[in-house]
């Protein structure tokens, strides 16, 4: 006789049983994810110009760490979807922070051998655990409470997740920067360094996750709908045109990082690259406040409206950065983020609007559009190369181009819009 095992009963299979902690608890240790991996997003770009100094690679070659890193989130978003409608919350965060303590590991080989390919290999790794974190915690965030103040809920999750990106670039670059660590004769890499101490600090978390039971939360499964109905999904505009708009800004915000550093080492004499890793932690804190001024500022005017804004407003700082102007430039550039701050969460809510039982697949097909991370930076190192890199400002200026013009063809979609997730 064949039994159906509940949710609840295949988490207890796979991750222990204890009684569950409370839900603030719960909540607590979630956000703790959001900053974990907002501080490995900050590393990234930092990395990006560390590789070409250290390993001597191009800045062509230099975009595939982006592209191993958002690659991995396309390959994961519906696998690990499907491991959670199966096994539960806590064992996608489990998965989630093995992989990533698992990524983190590699570093190490790949610091020995200095091998590019393997610190590619580390990243996407590393990454895939990211994905399933970001999967994993965004839905339990959403769902551990009154579904009235599930924005607020992600909301303050998310600022954990700026702080970890604004640390991220900070800490790396004083590092990855500093001269290398001695022991007796043996000279350890600064990336074993640090991918050793984040490694250690994700297997704590995990044995933290491990030890605990989580208040499970019940999945409400929705009505099955026939292919025709499916496909009745492509021929909403808020939807079809938001996977656009969302494949070139998460391309253009990647693309804009990955290339940070060496913009401010040709556009500000006499500048350090250490010294830039912290101008891109003053832009990550602007990308804070702005998240946090863009949601208050959505109780006013309608998302579209601060959509279109933004996006203009980024167009036009990516001229600024074109024009090469000393110093003036790098300034337009850490403005950018500022106004780029709202724009993943905007396009998503806009984009999953009126989609009713549709919406978490089309959430989940919108999540696969972070491939554009792993595509443009590639377009923007190779027009560096061949070019400028003020030149190779033209993708991210087309990309917001496009992102006003979503916002513009939205009318009554997203009035009402705010701020759900973030990037």
Request: charged letters at 10%.
């Amino acid at each position: 006789m064949s039994v159906e095992l509940t949710l609840q009963e295949r988490s207890k299979i796979i991750t222990g049983t204890s009684n569950p902690v409370s839900r603030k608890l719960a909540f607590a240790l979630v956000t703790a994810l959001f900053f974990m991996w907002g501080f490995s997003h900050g590393l990234l770009d930092v990395l990006n110009h560390h590789f070409q100094e250290t390993l001597n690679i191009s800045r062509a070659k230099s975009g595939l760490v982006q592209t191993a890193y958002f690659g991995a989130y396309f390959v994961m978003a519906l696998p690990v979807g499907a491991f959670m409608q199966r096994y539960g919350h806590k064992a996608g965060i489990l998965l989630g922070l093995a992989l990533f303590s698992l990524g983190s590991l590699l570093f190490l080989p790949a610091s020995w051998s200095a091998t590019f390919e393997l610190f590619l290999g580390a990243l996407f790794v590393l990454a895939c655990g990211l994905a399933c974190l970001e999967v994993s915690a965004n839905l339990y965030a959403a769902a551990l409470g009154n579904p009235e103040t599930t924005v607020q809920r992600l909301n303050f999750a998310q600022s954990f997740n700026g702080f970890g990106v604004f640390l991220g670039p900070l800490l790396g670059g004083a590092v990855l920067y500093a001269p290398p660590l001695r022991i007796g004769t043996e000279i350890i890499a600064p990336t074993s360094v640090i991918y050793a101490a984040l490694a250690v600090l994700v297997l704590l978390l995990m044995l933290v996750f491990t030890r605990i039971s989580l208040p499970e939360i019940a999945n409400t499964e929705q009505n099955k709908t026939t292919d025709k109905e499916n496909s009745s999904l492509w021929a909403r505009k808020n939807f079809t045109f938001a996977l656009l708009a969302q494949f070139c800004n998460i391309g253009a915000y990647a693309g804009v990082g990955a290339f940070f550093i060496n913009f401010c080492l040709e556009h500000w004499q006499g500048i350090s690259a250490q010294y830039c890793s912290f101008l891109l932690s003053i832009a990550m804190v602007g990308y804070m406040i702005g998240r946090f001024f863009g949601t208050w500022l959505m109780r006013r005017i309608p998302a579209r409206h601060l959509l279109l804004g933004n996006g203009l407003a980024c167009a036009f700082l990516c001229v600024v950065a074109m024009m090469a102007v000393e110093k003036v430039s790098v300034l337009a550039v850490i403005a950018m983020y500022f106004f780029m701050s709202i724009m993943y969460p905007t396009i998503f809510g806009m984009g999953v609007a009126g989609l009713g039982e549709k919406t978490n697949k089309g959430g989940s097909i919108l999540v696969m559009t972070l491939v554009g991370a792993a595509i443009l930076p590639l377009v923007m190192g190779a027009l560096a190369d061949e070019f400028s890199i003020a030149t190779s400002f033209i993708v991210p200026f087309l990309c917001y181009v496009v992102v006003a013009l979503y916002a513009l063809s939205q009318k009554s979609i997203g009035s009402s819009v705010s701020s759900s997730a973030a990037c």
